[in-house]
């Protein structure tokens, strides 16, 4: 199938159809030209957009792999292999991630909101920029080797916070543990408006207003369906709520009630 009638199949328009179609030049350049190609950070939601497409394409799976630079990355790069390579070959130092830590005086706090916002004042496409860790007093940002050594050359504040920042191995990220809480409810059926307020604590009337808003997201993906059935693993988001992960689903209880074990993260 070409790449008109792939785009047009998964009804990919605006930047989501831009963005697909640079992934397919991608894969492309690496068929033809022998050597790995990479994309620019993508998103959760890109992700899995960019996995729909290969299932519709039938890509194989071992021509490309997902890559964030440390454990458990949100934001990853796709890398595409060329024929006579698998991803067991594939060196991540070979890829073009960089690791970048900024420091700051103690006393001084900043958030992941503060970093973020520095970064795209310096110009810097959301793109090129991968997962940024804060811990206290500093922070590990991974970037593109495209624009690292403009960042450590000019990345030298955020808001009226001095920053000092200096390049590090993939392997010394410091990735915080994320906290999270354990959450056992039960439902009269796992739809998403019933899951989400077993999971924020709210009515089911307002977690379907949540829905009806537009304020929810299954997967990344925008959701306004109050419905909709949840599977194991799926991931709800919603504005102002935060974000929870369906662990699983388990056997109907002798009152027909059906028990959800969710994962909230904090």
């Known amino acids: 199938m070409d790449k008109t009638r792939l785009l ?3 009804r990919a328009e605006g930047d989501e ?29 890109e992700q899995i957009l960019a996995r729909d497409l290969f299932r519709l394409s039938r890509a194989p799976e071992d021509s490309y792999l997902f890559e964030g630079g440390a454990p458990g990355a949100e934001r990853q790069i796709l890398c595409f292999l060329p024929g006579r390579m698998s991803p067991d070959d594939f060196d991540p130092a070979s890829s073009p991630i ?12 900043l958030s992941h909101r503060d970093l973020l916002g520095s970064l795209m004042g310096l110009g810097i496409v959301r793109g090129k920029i991968g997962d940024i860790y804060v811990s206290a007093g500093g922070a590990d940002a991974l970037a593109l080797d495209s624009v690292a050594e403009f960042l450590l050359e000019n990345w030298a504040s955020a808001g009226r916070v001095k920053l000092r920042v200096s390049e590090i191995p993939l392997g010394a990220v410091r990735v915080p543990e994320r906290k999270t809480q354990e959450i056992r409810g039960t439902v009269s059926s796992p739809r998403l408006d ?11 009337g307002k977690a379907a207003e949540l829905v009806n808003a537009g304020r929810v997201q299954v997967n990344w993906l925008d959701c306004a369906k109050p419905d909709r059935i949840l599977q194991p693993g799926d991931s709800v988001s919603a504005r102002g709520f935060g974000r929870f992960a369906l662990d699983r689903i388990g056997e ?5 009630r059906i028990p959800v074990f969710i994962t909230r993260f904090l």
């Open 194 to 204: 019933a899951v989400i307020a077993s999971g924020f604590r709210l009515s089911r």
């Open 252 to 256: 109907p209880t002798r009152k027909g």
């Open 17 to 45: 159809r831009l963005l697909l179609s640079r992934i397919l030049d991608r894969q492309r350049k690496a068929q033809t030209g022998g050597a790995p190609a990479f994309t620019d950070f993508l998103s959760p939601r």
């Open 98 to 109: 960089r690791a970048l830590r900024a420091a700051w005086r103690d006393g001084e706090t």
């Open 8 to 10: 047009d199949t998964l």
